[in-house]
């Protein structure tokens, strides 16, 4: 099972952009599937952006809107969130997950899919 650790978290302005990381330790990691949620307070985990294990298939929510890429490095067993034009409706906790199943095509965009989280790392966006 992957252990995952996520950073790049922050406060910034609106308009802004961050990059998060989520560094994942295990032997499988660079076989699953791999996304990110994120959670404001009260309300439900939403899918961000999901990867294939390969890397040649991505899916992102509909309100991303071409606003947020993401990557994956399995040589250093990373994956990457660009988030570029942030609003205040970003802020939430992110969290990084890695996908149940070995060698999935097609990241799934339900939480319950996945088996593997990471602790989650704050983005505050200041309008």
């Known amino acids: 099972q992957a252990q995952l650790v996520e950073s790049g978290g922050g406060l910034v302005p609106a308009g802004g952009s961050l990059r998060l990381s989520c560094a994942a330790s295990g032997r499988t990691y660079s076989s699953r599937a791999m996304a990110w949620f994120r959670q404001a307070p009260g309300k439900e985990r939403v899918f961000v952006a999901g990867?294939?294990?390969?890397?040649?298939?991505?899916d992102y929510g509909d309100f991303v809107n071409g606003r947020f890429t993401i990557s994956r490095d399995n040589a250093k067993n990373t994956v990457f969130l660009q988030m570029n034009v942030l609003e205040p409706e970003d802020t939430a906790t992110y969290y990084c997950?890695?996908?149940?199943?070995?060698?999935?095509?097609?990241?799934?965009?339900?939480?319950?899919?996945?088996?593997?989280w990471g602790q989650g790392t704050q983005v505050t966006v200041s309008s």
């Open positions: 997950a890695a996908h149940n199943i070995i060698g999935a095509s097609s990241p799934p965009r339900l939480p319950r899919d996945y088996n593997s």
């Open positions: 990867i294939s294990w390969s890397g040649s298939n991505t």
